[in-house]
């Protein structure tokens, strides 16, 4: 009796899986074909930080302050830059951040005081060891303005 029995739940398992199966073919795509296709990320999205080009300079706007760098709870900010002239501001020229450690808290970003940070879009970036996850936000912003000219 139970074979008779392991047979009918065996069925009405199979019918169960179809009917799932062919709802589903007649509904709208909700993956796509990766990484031939890529998706866009909702705004609240937060990938690793990164540098603002703005449409007036066309560069970021960082003076090298360092306020980021201090804030940061996991210390995985480094920033440097130069003064071009005595009485100039100062240009940040080196940008690098560890993303293995960044909690993504977003300290970085709220106490910036030009406002040149902002979260990127990224959501499949990969690597061999723990040193691909140090990204160099300037060369990542120099690949971004190579881009559009
Ligand atoms: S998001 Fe937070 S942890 Fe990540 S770099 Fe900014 S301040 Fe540091
Ligand atoms: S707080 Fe803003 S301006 Fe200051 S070093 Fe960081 S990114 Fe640059």
Request: hydrophobic fraction near 35%; glycine fraction near 8%.
């Amino acid at each position: 009796m139970s074979y008779f029995r392991e047979i009918i739940d065996g069925g009405w398992s199979l019918v169960e899986g179809m009917r799932v199966t062919v709802r589903r073919l007649f509904q709208p795509l909700v993956t796509v074909q990766y990484p031939r296709k890529h998706i866009r990320m909702s705004s609240a999205y937060r990938g690793h930080i990164e540098l603002k080009v703005f449409k007036e300079t066309g560069t970021h706007n960082c003076i090298a302050c360092g306020t980021c760098e201090r804030m940061c709870p996991s210390g995985v900010i480094k920033v440097q830059g130069v003064k071009e002239q005595a009485k100039s501001p100062k240009v940040a020229t080196h940008y690098v951040i560890d993303f293995t450690r960044c909690s993504l808290c977003g300290l970085c970003v709220e106490t910036c005081p030009t406002q040149t940070l902002e979260y990127s879009k990224e959501y499949d970036l990969v690597g061999e060891t723990r040193w691909d996850g140090v990204i160099d936000l300037m060369a990542r912003l120099e690949t971004r303005r190579a881009k559009t000219v």
